[in-house]
């Protein structure tokens, strides 16, 4: 294993660990009973059967296996393209950190345990932070997307 390939798996392991760790924090704390009403934001209590709005609740306690196969399969997948993964392994730890948290609560709880209910000028679907984590890493891969499509376009 190279230095600089030892270093972002060292990277990215530790940014899904910490993702984990401060994800499953919260949600103790929001399962011993932590609430708070904001005039934008409260603190709530949901569980969610289903991923993203509650969609493929109809699969049951077949999702979480699903699931389990598609962030291993994402982790073989990017480890095995070394180049890719060494450009992507911070956004990619934040979501497979994330995703292996909501993961974690599927099989210790038999459903997600959301929180953050947005209810300012429009009711919102309640999440956590492992979903604000998805979100993040998506977004660093679509702005490193948009970086480098800008790059070539200037090169021509």
């Given amino acids: 294993m190279s230095g600089p390939f030892k270093r972002a798996l060292s990277w990215f392991v ?3 660990l910490l993702a984990i760790l401060c994800d499953q924090a919260i949600k103790q704390w929001i399962l011993q009973g932590f609430r708070a009403e904001g005039p934008v934001i409260s603190i709530v209590l949901a569980y969610n059967k289903g991923v993203a709005f509650s969609m493929l609740e109809f699969l049951g306690p077949w999702l ?4 389990a196969l598609l962030i291993i399969g994402m982790a073989i997948m990017l480890l095995s393209q070394r180049a890719f993964f ?4 911070l956004p990619f730890g934040l979501i497979l950190g994330a995703g292996s948290s909501n993961l974690l609560d599927r099989f210790m709880h038999g459903h997600v345990v959301d ?3 947005w209810h300012y000028k429009f009711d919102f679907a309640v999440f956590n932070l492992a979903d604000v984590l998805i979100d993040v890493g998506v977004g660093l891969l679509l702005l490193d997307a948009l970086k480098q499509s800008l790059s ?3 090169l021509k």
């Fill in 152 to 154: 070539k376009r200037k």
């Fill in 115 to 117: 929180y953050v209910y």
């Fill in 64 to 67: 979480k296996y699903l699931q």
């Fill in 86 to 89: 060494m450009q992507t392994y």
């Fill in 14 to 16: 530790g940014v899904g």
